[in-house]
């Protein structure tokens, strides 16, 4: 039975009841019905009810943040801006679109061009961490392509899935064509396997992303995955180092360091390590931890009990093997799911801090002999996600970003998702990508027509 808790106050706010099969299959039947009507439409139709979904959601903003804050304690100031970003990329994805779906001519003797074709209902499986924007992001491209929708959300933020298809429904798009099931881990593999649904994407983590691709694959159905990540951020000794710092703590610190591309693994050159660390420290005592209906809160408390938990443990274990604890690693005795920012430095291989992902405000650094060893700490990990470095040399700041095996690298920033770049990565990280052009063609038929005579 999926139940939502405020992680700040632990109190129960709704309790849900699992849908029976018979009503999920009920529900996949009416979508993909929905969804064959909608693939023709005129893609110019189908992206002016996303426009009006980007209106929607831009009037009912405070109450959608509000509800991501008592739902998963995401700071309210941050779940705003999730709201904005999910109104920016329907309207991405509606203007551009059309564009990135229109035919392709192929240069020959013959007449011949690729078309693209929506596959039908595509399942998406969503996490917690950021629950409109994740959702927003399939949906946009999903949509405007011809495809319909169903969502299966994590069960502590069942009421962000409702409201989603809500808004939905608002902006006009038809009742059935996209929807939000509340099913039990068990029957998941049933509706993947089902006739209706064509293809699945997964955000999630790696142990998610295997259930889930071997599902797929024994149903011969395509699958977009995107798991977890360590991403490493380079801090070389030519960067400046207040950037540097800013941006490391703000890519860490962002959701509680809830993100699957959170600055991970901070690698500092040993010449500018000490420097490093001691500017670190000062900037993460500007950070605010407490309530997250506050304005003036910068983390608020992770979304569950067992979540953080599982990360005290990481923490307990990497100070065991070596790991100099600076500053945190202590459970506060107060209600809620709060842990403390906590920095661990000088972190040696074979312990959690540096092969598994930390999910939570845990900052990790690394120190390499030089700029080689750095890239080789750096690629030492089966994860794949994004990665960053810092210098004031950008043509060798690109060549290294060419070196790094992920899916993703800025340079002089810390890692985040827009909907004009291709998102994804490498490795354990999974496979396909999101936004952009090669986003919305993750769920086409690419079809290729050739004219003879």
Not at 145 to 163: E, M, Q, W, Y
Request: net charge negative; aromatic share 8%.
């Amino acid at each position: 039975m999926p139940v939502t808790i405020n992680p700040a106050t632990e109190e129960v706010i709704t309790e849900y009841e699992d849908m029976p099969y018979p009503e999920l299959e009920a529900i996949l039947k009416a979508t993909s019905k929905e969804a064959a009507a909608w693939s023709e439409f005129p893609i110019e139709d189908r992206a002016q009810h996303m426009f009006k979904a980007a209106d929607v959601l831009d009037r009912r903003k405070e109450k959608l943040a509000l509800l991501m804050t008592r739902e998963m304690g995401k700071p309210i100031k941050e779940a705003r801006g999730e709201v904005e970003k999910c109104a920016m990329v329907c309207r991405y994805f509606a203007e551009h679109g059309p564009r990135f779906l229109e035919d392709e001519t192929i240069e020959g003797d013959v007449k011949s061009y690729v078309t693209f074709h929506p596959l039908g209902v595509v399942l998406a499986i969503m996490p917690w961490n950021f629950p409109l924007w994740q959702v927003f992001r399939f949906v946009a491209p999903g949509l405007i392509a011809g495809n319909g929708g169903i969502l299966k959300h994590s069960p502590n933020v069942t009421g962000c899935a409702l409201a989603i298809e809500s808004v939905l429904q608002e902006a006009g798009f038809p009742k059935n064509l996209f929807r939000t099931i509340i099913a039990s881990t068990d029957d998941i593999k049933q509706v993947i396997e089902s006739d209706y649904i064509q293809a699945v994407t997964l955000t999630g983590s790696e142990r998610a992303g295997v259930a889930v691709a071997t599902a797929a694959g024994g149903s011969l159905k395509k699958c977009v995955l995107e798991l977890g990540g360590s991403d490493p951020y380079l801090i070389l000794e030519d960067a400046d180092l207040d950037l540097a710092v800013d941006k490391c703590v703000a890519g860490r610190l962002l959701n509680a360091g809830q993100s699957c591309i959170a600055a991970k693994r901070l690698i500092t050159i040993a010449s500018i390590h000490d420097n490093f660390v001691e500017e670190l420290m000062r900037k993460v005592a500007s950070y605010t931890v407490g309530d997250p209906e506050d304005e003036k809160t910068d983390i608020g408390p992770m979304a569950r009990s067992d979540l953080r938990e599982s990360l005290h443990k990481q923490v307990t274990a990497s100070v065991s093997g070596g790991a100099e604890l600076k500053l945190g690693g202590t459970i506060p005795n107060k209600t809620g799911f709060y842990y403390p920012i906590t920095i661990l430095d000088h972190v040696k291989a074979d312990t959690p801090a540096y092969d598994e992902e930390l999910f939570g405000p845990v900052i990790t650094i690394i120190e390499a002999k030089d700029e080689a060893d750095a890239i080789r700490i750096a690629n030492d990990t089966r994860f794949g996600l994004g990665s960053a470095v810092f210098t004031q040399d950008l043509a060798r700041g690109e060549r290294i970003a060419k070196q790094l095996e992920s899916g993703l690298t800025f340079i002089n920033d810390f890692v985040k998702s827009d909907a004009n770049h291709p998102f994804g990565g490498v490795k354990k990280s999974g496979y396909g990508r999101e936004l952009s052009q090669y986003g919305i063609r993750e769920f086409v038929n690419i079809k290729t027509v050739m004219v003879m005579g």
